[in-house]
């Protein structure tokens, strides 16, 4: 693909999600309205004018494909547990799940809580699948996807878009940082009361005389949390993919940019897997610090 069209084409096709809406139509130049038809976008300036009802489905595709994975590998363990000799598979499904037991128990203290050990499990597996596809040569499943849609639906493959990388979409990293966010606010509720709750915006850390500074200050520190911790890992991905993608634009400068470009792609995976990691493991234990801060209460 990176022979038909220029590198800065080539970029911008890479980093453009498959995204199905209502239609649009250019008007005039810059100028967009609505067809009334539904379906894929088939540029990057239709999908973005397609408004909040759009949906991007190589991310939901993928994370669910990713989810459904993890959920099917941690089942098949547990039906086959058993007490005596385990087998690799068991010891590694147990090796996951006492690091993160270790971890929960060092970051939440705030009472018994079941759900929030299986959650830093599913956060820290499933994020860890979705960072995982970055690994993936940034070609390879997108021309498949490409080559299919223009042989099935008889389209120009260069209008075909898709991302692997659930992360690298600030719309799946911002959609599981307002889910945590919002069991924030529900145990707030739960544990500390409405007054409680109303109590900690307003009269923390300076006290009732300093009502209105305390009040803007822990908005702000509270609204501040979720952006973070989404953007955070959308950050991370999306440089790491475009890392990516730019190495992948120098194969196609000869056999000298493109040897190198191959030592630096084997480099920078192995970088890479560190950060994948790391930004599971950060994703997951802010989560649980969160909502042990939702736990406590202040008097």
């Not at 990176?2 to 980093?15: D, M, Q, R």
């Not at 649009?24 to 408004?51: H, K, L, R, Y």
């Not at 470009?261 to 192995?270: E, F, K, P, T």
């Amino acid at each position: 693909m990176a022979s038909e069209i220029t590198t800065s084409e080539y970029i911008k096709h890479h980093l453009q999600n498959l995204t199905f809406g209502q239609k649009q139509t250019e008007i005039e130049p810059g100028v967009w309205a609505p067809t009334g038809e539904w379906g894929f976008a088939m540029s990057s300036g239709e999908a973005a004018n397609m408004g909040f009802w759009s949906i991007n489905v190589d991310t939901m595709f993928m994370s669910i494909l990713l989810g459904t994975l993890m959920m099917w590998f941690f089942r098949s363990v547990a039906k086959k547990v058993s007490a005596g000799i385990p087998t690799a598979t068991q010891n590694f499904a147990e090796m996951i799940i006492d690091f993160i037991d270790d971890t929960v128990r060092g970051s939440f203290s705030g009472g018994k809580n079941n759900l929030v050990a299986p959650l830093a499990l599913t956060i820290f597996v499933w994020v860890f699948l979705m960072n995982l596809m970055d690994l993936i040569p940034v070609d390879v499943i997108p021309q498949i996807v490409m080559q299919s849609a223009g042989a099935i639906f008889g389209v120009d493959p260069h209008h075909v878009y898709f991302k692997i990388v659930p992360t690298t979409d600030p719309n799946a990293t911002l959609g599981m940082a307002i889910f945590v966010f919002m069991l924030m606010l529900y145990y707030s509720f739960k544990i500390k009361g409405t007054g409680g709750f109303i109590g900690e915006l307003t009269l923390q850390p300076f006290g009732k005389w300093a009502l209105p500074i305390n009040t803007v200050l822990e908005t702000v520190t509270l609204l501040s949390k979720p952006f973070s911790l989404g953007l955070r890992l959308f950050g991370n991905m999306y440089a790491g993919e475009m890392v990516f993608i730019l190495i992948a634009t120098m194969y196609g400068a000869g056999l000298v940019m493109g040897s190198f470009a191959g030592l630096l792609q084997i480099g920078w995976a192995i970088f890479h897997i560190l950060i994948i990691t790391l930004q599971a493991f950060i994703f997951m234990v802010l989560t649980t610090v969160y909502l042990d801060m939702a736990h406590q209460e202040h008097h």
